[in-house]
């Protein structure tokens, strides 16, 4: 099957899992793993701009993560600092812009300086926007909007009768990206980590079990494909689809 050009999601998300096992399936170390991962990333990003995908979101560092041992953290966040480097052409070339999402203030300076730089350098870029999740917990993203919301109506700038779907959207990281069309997560595993939980109300999840580092512009692929043969019917019968 060839993939529907007329019916690209226009907000595709990933959560990029297996990057352990795949390198311990080799014999190799966890870090291995990640730094593979980084290969897949780029053709991920490449294809997606190539297929006219709008909205590309990637899960790169749950709230959850700091749990893991300090040297696999320092490694992820060494690799996050290297990929915005080398990919900045990348970015700039496909018209790429990048923004983030979770809370930016825990992570180490370099991180963040890095981060912002990109943000800055691709802001005016407008094919495809390019989100990354960094520190970034589903719970958190509402907890935080929480009390954004309440810190306004203690200071009479909203009142509660007024709050709706709208303005809570408003105030989450995720405020300017559409909701999720279609959630990729790899590795076999078949649950959402405590990634954006709202955006995700109605995204039709796809689960591989191709291991991150191996997930090539094929396996996108046969994702969208998947998702262009479900009928998303978002509360209306089949019949009113038609
Ligand atoms: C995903 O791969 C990458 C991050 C969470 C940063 P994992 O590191 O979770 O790999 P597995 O799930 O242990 O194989
Ligand atoms: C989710 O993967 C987080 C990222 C891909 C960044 P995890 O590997 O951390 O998720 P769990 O712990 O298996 O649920
Ligand atoms: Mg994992």
């Known amino acids: 099957m060839e993939i529907d050009h007329k019916n690209i999601p226009k907000h595709i998300a990933v959560i990029m899992d297996g990057n352990g096992r795949w390198a ?20 991920l990003i490449e294809e997606s701009a190539r297929l006219n995908i709008s909205y590309l979101t990637l899960f790169a560092f749950s709230t959850e993560n700091w749990d893991r041992p300090k040297k696999e953290i320092s490694t992820i ?16 070339e496909n018209n790429i812009k990048l923004e983030t999402i979770g809370d930016l203030k825990k992570l ?18 407008n094919r495809l926007t390019l989100t990354i999740a960094i520190n970034y917990g589903g719970k958190e993203d509402i907890s935080n909007a929480f009390k954004l919301l309440l810190e306004k109506v203690k200071n009479n700038i909203i009142s509660p009768k007024k709050i709706d779907e709208l303005i809570i959207n408003n105030h989450l990281y995720t405020r300017n990206l559409p909701d ?13 980590s405590n990634f954006l939980l709202w955006k995700i109300a109605y995204a039709e999840l796809y689960f591989s079990n191709v291991l991150w580092p191996d997930f090539n512009e094929k396996c996108l692929h046969d994702a969208i494909i998947s998702y262009q043969n479900r009928e998303r019917r978002f509360g209306k019968t089949s019949e009113q689809i038609k």
Do not use: C, W, Y
């Not at 311990?24 to 053709?43: D, S, T, Y």
């Not at 966040?77 to 700039?92: A, D, H, N, R, Y």
């Not at 999720?180 to 649950?191: A, F, N």
């Open 24 to 43: 311990k399936k080799i014999g190799k170390n966890r870090l291995f793993g990640h730094q593979n991962g980084v290969k897949a990333v780029r053709k």
């Open 77 to 92: 966040m060494k690799l996050i600092v290297l990929v915005l480097k080398k990919e900045l052409s990348t970015m700039m």
């Open 108 to 125: 180490p300076e370099n991180v963040k300086s890095s981060l912002k730089e990109t943000v800055n350098k691709t802001k005016k870029n």
């Open 180 to 192: 999720v069309d279609l959630l990729i997560r790899t590795s076999g595993e078949q649950r959402i």
